[in-house]
């Protein structure tokens, strides 16, 4: 039997093509329920108050980078979105004279317009923000060395090569969004060969990191989360970490404050990865293949999926 149409944009995968019994179960998911979806490999943490949300956030960056030594660099896989752990991390950095110098950090994405990644100077840039937000903010003597920072951009090749140098990525930490993305490893368009079914598993587990037409919803999400609404500033391709790279970090960890995405996707995800229910067109399930993976929820961010007239 064919797959049903989006119901967001026609021309792409995304999870409104999934079986209705599916969407009815995860709707109906309590936060109670929630929390007991945890399994082996996977976790799932409630924190009661955005402080302790977004601390705990933070202290993922000083566990990995403490970790790193001159035979043993190590580091983390940082997202925007959310942002508000960024200036933690420096806070804490500071505090506790914690020395970089084999630390390493690498970002997870970068706006593209016209085939080139956009200059730190754009008002979106990631790397812009999380230079101002964090390695800014870190007192240079305890800083890492700017080669040791890693941004993506639309020539991917030094950037692979980053997570082939035998530095180990302790945490690779996401947000989600709307789409059910991690970064923007978004569904695909429903073309070629992918026009009567999603890509397998397998397929997109291939793709490494790369520049990637958005889907129409990401694009409006930026437009509401971080431009104000005005979709005309948003781009409509970036590059991204790929789930190759993922793979590659010892565990992912993915922070659901309610800001991002809505009380029916942070249960949608959660369901399909407890329970092994893996499918492209929900990018994020396939995570339910990663030996480590833990979500991290904000209580009063995880709602209800009851109908709300506003």
Known sequence: MPR???????SWWDYTTLDRDLIDTVAAITPEQLLRLSRPGFRVVFYDTLQEFYCAEALEYIHAWKQATPD?????????GPTEQLPLV??????????????????MDEWVINGESVPVSHPLSFEKCD????FDRIDPTLVMPDSNLHFPQANTAPFRKSW????RCVVMQGGQGDIKHWAFNDPLPRTGTHKDAPP??????????????????????????SGGGNVSLVPTQAVTVGPRETWMAEKVSIWHAGNHDNPFGQRLTAFMIANRIVDSSVPMSLLAEHPNVQFNYFRGGIGSCTVQMH
């Open 72 to 80: 043993n660099p190590a580091g983390i896989c940082g997202p925007i």
């Open 131 to 134: 230079r101002e937000l964090c």
């Open 200 to 225: 397998t598993a397998s397929e997109y587990r291939s793709l490494a990191t790369r520049v990637v037409d958005l889907h129409p919803v990401t694009i409006a999400q930026n437009a509401r989360t």
């Open 4 to 10: 049903k149409t989006s119901s967001l944009a026609p």
């Open 164 to 167: 082939e140098s035998g530095v």
């Open 90 to 107: 420096a806070q804490m950095v500071n505090e506790m004279q914690l020395p970089l110098h084999h630390a390493h950090f690498w970002g």
